[in-house]
């Protein structure tokens, strides 16, 4: 991909206002996305991924402030303009203009995204008609193109909700997301609740879509197995932060971070012979009380009192040839066979 | 990461031993009425045997009748037809007396950590209730103390007090297991005890279920559509399509050399790390031209979607067909399925 970034995040921090001080949920976070490009976000429940997403579309309420950063948004669409927009920026009516249009999310609930009591066309078409101005009847047969897209049957249009399957609820959320042409696409857990078949299904529909509109995907899961086979390149954050940044292939034959060899690490394999097992001891860190440095170390296996006075910031990774390869880890470990022993 | 190795790498598969099963299922039937004359067949005629000591999975997509198989299991669902027996004996769960005796003996862990604890109540009342009904003149305080250490949820003092909203997911799912545990069952029914944690919870919360079931000697049925965890965690596979048993055997050797399409099916929709860059990848996408069906109402209910169908398949369900001692499979085809190693039939199926 030597496309240019599509969407810059940098040094973007978020947090939530609680009486008994601020939690630091995202902290400096560094990513850009690249035209046609596929990043993955890897974390446990509460590492602040889905505060990410929507911080850097401007979603969030408060208690959440966003306190610092900035998110470039460089549109195709917006060449007319110098330079890229400045999402953090906007006032309302850019704002309106740039999600969906430019920047569409496919929500991690299907079953809560979708409203029960309207069904399938006229959700459809409310987006449509919200966001490009074309006419209802227009909208209407978008939303019909929108739905063979997807592989949905036309009669589907006047179902419900709670007469879909959990699959096809899900490629409705996608046909949804991809309504007005948007140049990035988020993905927020899309098939966290999908049994595998499914799951299977509906990540070759995404890749096939991807081939055919050519967007770009930022794919947020807990599931790095999933995210080694469909991304070109892989984020892992914990504690609001990012521990390591490479392409996929990197991440799976020379993970620097050791919650990234953790990872690797605990999903069972199905193919092969069996290998040996270990999972992450502990649980995720409190983001009320984070140690200093390194959020890792209390579950880390090789910390010392130097992980104590890192700085976080992300460093080519000595060992691998790809200067792209970035991790927050500056101690160089064993190699992961050494790890496993 | 050298804490703790929950399954060694090469164990052999329990032996399938001339011992006494602790529960048996025989042919067991359930219907669901779903008004207008149409029934809907959740569970057709599955059989097989929980040991002591070891783990049966259960693997299908949703809707495939593996939770009410367990819950039939459970005494929470009338039988249409067939035959529970624990310890050998009869089933019968008729009155209220019976069926909280049956209550202590087989147990239920649910999927959802998050809404099967009642909010309002503590750690400690969701363990104290249990143990007062299942365990009559016991120390309470005791009794509570030893459950908490068998799920690692220790110091107890630390989390006896707490509520549901101040504990993790994974200390959540022990402490259902806690209360399951409380009436010392020799029987654990878990439904995809696992699915709502994270990836890196998971391993932990199977080692744990693999920790108990070997020193309790609990015999344990693992619901799971994950069907590479159950060839790390079980003794036994059992793989389900639309309510019947199509393909079981020694776990090691379904995960290997699946011979059901349906099983190939599931093992190549799995998330495969090994293979960077696969389908998924840029150029390599094959159109599907129609999303897939659902099972088919007579003959084979995978004929619908399997690419060696033939008009036997769509007139005749097969039955399972045994292939070795521990093994067999329900497919007319099965001289075709013979990889001899790998799914054959996957760029088909996919």
């Known amino acids: ?341 | 990461m050298t804490t703790h190795s929950p399954f060694a790498p090469d164990a052999p598969d329990a032996p399938i031993a001339p011992v006494a099963p602790a529960m048996e299922a025989i042919s067991l039937s359930k219907d669901f009425r779903l008004g207008r004359g149409q029934t809907l067949h959740a569970v057709r005629d599955v059989s097989f045997n929980l040991y002591s000591g070891g783990v049966v999975a259960l693997v299908g997509e949703s809707g495939s009748g593996k939770s009410t198989a367990a819950r039939l299991l459970a005494g929470q669902e009338r039988l249409t037809s067939g035959t529970i027996k624990l310890a050998g004996e009869l089933v019968s769960v008729g009155t209220q007396h019976a069926f909280r005796k049956y209550k202590s003996k087989v147990q239920y862990v649910f999927q959802d950590p998050f809404s099967s604890l009642n909010p309002v109540h503590t750690v400690s009342y969701h363990l104290e209730r249990p143990v007062r009904l299942h365990q009559k003149g016991a120390d309470v305080g005791t009794e509570i103390n030893t459950l908490m250490e068998q799920v690692r949820l220790t110091p107890a003092k630390q989390f006896l007090a707490k509520y549901p909203h101040e504990l993790s997911g994974g200390q959540r799912q022990r402490v259902s297991f806690a209360r399951a545990l409380a009436a010392r069952p020799t029987v654990l029914l878990a439904d995809e005890p696992v699915s709502m944690l994270d990836v890196s919870i998971r391993l932990e919360m199977l080692a744990l279920l693999d920790d108990l079931r070997k020193r309790l000697r609990i015999a344990m049925l693992y619901i799971t559509h994950d069907i590479a965890s159950a060839r790390y965690f079980a003794d036994e596979v059992l793989v389900m399509y639309a309510g019947q048993i199509v393909e079981r055997g020694p776990a090691e050797e379904i995960t290997q050399q699946p011979r059901h399409p349906y099983t190939q099916l599931l093992i190549a929709s799995a998330p495969d790390p090994d293979n960077l860059g696969s389908t998924l990848h840029r150029g390599s996408v094959t159109r599907r031209d129609k999303p897939a069906e659902g099972p088919a109402a007579t003959g084979c209910p995978f004929s619908t979607r399997c690419p060696l169908v033939t008009d036997q398949c769509r007139a005749e369900n097969p039955a399972l067909i045994p292939l070795s001692g521990t093994r067999a499979a329900a497919c007319w085809h099965l001289d075709q399925t013979d990889a001899g190693g790998g799914p054959q039939l996957v760029p088909h199926l996919l």
């Open chain 1, 1 to 341: 991909m030597s496309n240019g970034p599509v969407l810059e995040i940098a040094d973007f921090s978020v947090a939530y206002r609680t009486p008994s001080g601020d939690v630091r949920a995202v902290d400096r976070f560094n990513l850009s996305l690249h035209t046609g490009e596929v990043v993955g976000l890897a974390g446990e429940s509460g590492s602040g991924k889905s505060t990410l997403a929507y911080g850097a579309t401007r979603l969030l309420r408060p208690p959440a402030v966003i306190t610092g950063g900035s998110v470039r948004y460089h549109g195709r669409r917006l060449n007319g303009q110098a330079g890229p927009a400045e999402v953090l920026k906007m006032r309302g009516d850019q704002l309106r203009r740039l999600r969906w249009r430019e920047i569409a999310i496919v929500f991690q609930s299907a079953m809560n995204a979708l409203n029960p009591v309207l069904s399938v066309r006229e959700q459809m078409v409310d987006v449509i008609h919200a966001h490009l101005e074309i006419s209802r009847a227009d909208a209407r047969e978008k939303a019909a193109s929108l739905l063979d897209l997807v592989g949905i049957p036309r009669t589907r249009l006047r179902s419900y909700p709670h007469e879909l399957s959990g699959g096809m609820r899900q490629r409705v959320m996608i046909a949804m997301a991809l309504a007005t042409d948007p140049e990035v696409v988020i993905m927020d857990e899309p098939t966290t609740a999908l049994d595998v078949v499914v799951q299977r299904d509906i990540l070759s529909q995404i890749a096939e879509l991807r081939e055919q509109l050519d967007f770009s995907i930022l794919f947020i899961t807990h599931d790095l197995s999933l995210l080694l086979e469909l991304a070109d390149r892989i984020a892992v954050m914990y504690a609001g932060q990012l521990l390591e940044i490479g392409t996929a292939a990197e991440i799976k034959s020379e993970a620097a971070h050791p919650y990234t060899k953790g990872l690797l690490h605990s999903f069972p394999s199905l193919r092969g012979p069996r290998r040996e097992l270990a999972g992450i001891p502990g649980s995720p860190p409190d983001l009320r009380n984070l140690p200093p440095g390194c959020p890792f170390v209390p579950r880390c296996s090789f910390a010392t009192d130097a992980c104590k006075d890192i700085d976080m910031g992300l460093k080519p990774v000595t060992s691998s040839l790809d200067p792209e390869h970035v991790t927050a880890c500056p101690f160089v470990l064993p190699d992961s066979a050494a790890v496993r022993a």
